[in-house]
């Protein structure tokens, strides 16, 4: 099973809408998690760290659901600068490498 | 603070032949990391290494190398190049720990073509 799991979209939203996405993970031991953004052919940025209940960055809210083992991010008034891929990413446990997947696309559209 | 750089951005390979692609960190992060991805893919771990003289392999070892002198550096070494390893390359840094607060910070990449 993979340790974590996310829609591909791609979500295609007008600009000025509110749109989230939903990250499911396998390990319940997991405490921490971060948003990665990934634009087209460039590397990921760290959007969000998530340790807690959530975390809110202006347009952006993050938050974490212990029991459903799940974490949404939320945009509000998408801008078209945010198209991109969004990553969710737990933190390490054990190990050494954080584990990156395919991701969310998203498309904003004027 | 420069943070992870790579070089070179772009490179063409022809069948057979060998490059290394740099890798370098201002951080003083432990752990360091090689990354792959192919077009719609997500990032595949090549290579890591928590400390200077201490790597190990990844998902997708084959065909490379890496060597960790010192801290900062951590460069990958492709032998041989074949088609198959065009993509993009990603190097990566962490400070050591586990938990939040110990993300990785990635550098632009280098895009390969081997033709």
């Known amino acids: 099973r993979k340790e974590v799991e996310q829609d591909p979209g791609p979500f295609n939203v007008p600009e000025g809408a509110t749109v989230a996405f939903n990250c499911t993970y396998s390990n319940s031991a997991s405490q921490s998690f971060f948003w990665y953004r990934q634009d087209c052919r460039k590397e990921p940025k760290l959007l969000m760290s998530?340790?807690?209940s959530g975390n809110e960055d202006g347009r952006f809210t993050a938050q974490l659901n212990r029991a459903s083992q799940y974490i949404s991010l939320l945009i509000r008034d998408s801008k078209l600068s945010d198209s991109a891929t969004y990553l969710c990413v737990p933190g390490a446990n054990s190990g050494y490498a954080l584990n990156f997947g395919k991701g969310t696309s998203l498309l904003v559209t004027p | 603070n420069a943070g992870v750089t790579q070089t070179p951005k772009f490179r063409i390979l022809k069948i057979g032949q060998s490059m290394t692609l740099q890798c370098a960190q201002d951080m003083n992060h432990n752990y360091m990391y090689w990354y792959r991805q192919d077009p719609g893919m997500g990032l595949k771990l090549i290579y890591y290494s928590v400390g200077a003289g201490i790597t190990d392999k990844g998902e997708v070892p084959n065909g490379y190398n890496v060597s960790r002198s010192t801290t900062e550096d951590f460069p990958l070494r492709l032998e041989l190049a074949a088609p198959s390893q065009t993509s993009v390359y990603f190097c990566a840094s962490r400070q050591s720990g586990t938990g939040g607060g110990y993300e990785q910070y990635f550098g632009p990449g280098t895009r390969l073509t081997v033709t």
């Open positions: 998530v340790y807690s």
